[in-house]
């Protein structure tokens, strides 16, 4: 693994394990822990601000696992985001960080740049591009140059959809050249609900998103070439065939990560370019009337303080109940699950993408439920990929999920 020590006290530390999707991500770890490979023990840790809180996580996970012993052999680290001092103390115990602090935008640099400077291998569930592309512009580099991975967002966002763009190439028979992707939530009789952060996240990432195409031109990239025929961007509402309700474009960071893979597998592995639209359902014509005034208010809103203030304020009033501060229950998260279906057009074997039109098609599908989705994702890249074996590419540097794990056999392993 590079420069960076494996010989810590611990292979994980989780950091902002006191959060909403932290508390999975302890219960998710704390069975792999069990249940992983003898070869040897995974050893790990919580981190957050609170002692008291992150005692009372470990006690809730072994009162739902039947695990005792999480309340007393499970190490608990205090470390604050803005304490530089603690950040470092818990960076130079761990070989992977699994960062859970959002939204990143607010805390995740400090982060990132104690990983680097004390040799910790960092990973988050940001699903937020302007935090992850930033990353990469500034610290790269210097991630590098110490041998440290920096890979972002392997959570819900956006490992099925990064992962499952390379699983679909590998599935298909010839050249695949352009992929639709399109998200399907389903939930049970109390509906769904989302969390807090998730909607901070998306009120501060619209209001700056100017910022985040001047950041792009930073970068210098000439755009990647399309291969075969340029496939034509669907309007903002429409009805899909595909999912037989109403769709819009998917407005979270799965366009932006998978983009940025494709670029590294062109540009490092020298490999053919797939064109990505991701598109999500929204149901049917009532849900459209609602997303079109919700939406409307929000983009004004959103542009100004105050509205931004009340936005955060009063998530369930101005998301018409979709987000809460305090999330979905857990029979609400038991009940949910997704679908993420990938239609991919290419050439077959021997035909020449410069010659006429797609001549085949492919179909794949990954499906996640409830809880395991987020906490099972990130669980699964640190622990077989992080901890106990070399990654495969290069030797360190801040990646997309794609780009890090593409040689691996992650991408086929079932959710």
Not at 60 to 70: D, F, I, K, Y
Not at 165 to 188: N, P
Not at 273 to 281: D, E, F, I, L, T
């Amino acid at each position: 693994m590079a420069d960076v020590p494996t010989r810590r006290p611990y292979h994980i530390i989780i950091f902002g394990a006191t959060g909403f999707t932290g508390q999975f991500v302890v219960e998710e770890v704390a069975r792999c822990a069990a249940e992983g490979p003898g070869l040897s023990p995974l050893k790990w840790a919580v981190a957050g601000r609170s002692r008291q809180r992150l005692e009372e996580v470990l006690k809730q996970a072994a009162g739902r696992l039947s695990m005792p012993e999480l309340r007393t052999d499970i190490e608990v680290i205090v470390a604050d985001v803005s304490i530089e001092e603690s950040l470092a103390i818990m960076c130079q115990q761990g070989v992977v960080i699994l960062n859970c602090v959002g939204p990143y935008r607010f805390y995740g640099e400090p982060v990132v740049k104690a990983c680097i400077e004390n040799g910790a291998h960092y990973i988050d569930i940001c699903g937020e591009p302007q935090f992850l592309e930033c990353m990469q512009l500034q610290y790269h580099t210097k991630a590098l140059d110490r041998g440290v991975y920096v890979i972002g967002s392997c959570g819900f966002d956006s490992i099925p959809a990064d992962l499952g763009i390379l699983y679909t190439q590998r599935q298909f028979k010839g050249t695949l050249t352009a992929v639709e992707s399109f998200l399907k939530i389903t939930s049970g009789p109390e509906g769904f609900s989302g969390h807090d952060a998730t909607w901070q996240s998306a009120v501060y990432g619209f209001a700056d998103s100017g910022s985040l195409r001047q950041l792009r031109k930073k970068f210098g990239y000439k755009p990647l070439p399309v291969v075969g025929a340029k496939v034509q961007k669907r309007g903002f509402v429409f009805f899909s065939k595909e999912i037989e309700q109403y769709a819009i474009p998917f407005m979270g960071s799965d366009p932006s990560v998978v983009k940025r893979t494709q670029r590294f597998l062109y540009e490092e592995e020298h490999q053919s370019p797939v064109q990505y639209s991701a598109y999500v359902g929204v149901g049917g014509l009532f849900s459209i009337v609602k997303l079109f005034c919700g939406g409307v208010l929000f983009w004004f809103m959103v542009k100004f303080g105050l509205g931004r203030k009340l936005l955060t304020t009063f998530p369930s009033l101005f998301s018409f109940g979709l987000f809460s501060k305090a999330g979905p229950t857990m029979k609400q998260i038991e009940n949910t699950c997704f679908s993420l279906t990938f239609f991919g057009e290419g050439y077959s074997d021997g035909t020449d993408p410069s010659q006429g039109r797609p001549n085949a098609k492919i179909c794949t599908q990954v499906i996640g439920a409830g809880k395991t989705t987020t906490a099972q994702l990130i669980c699964i890249l640190s622990y077989f990929s992080l901890s106990l074996s070399p990654l495969v590419i290069g030797r360190g540097g801040v990646y997309t999920p794609g780009a890090a794990f593409y040689k691996t056999s992650l991408i086929d392993r079932p959710p």
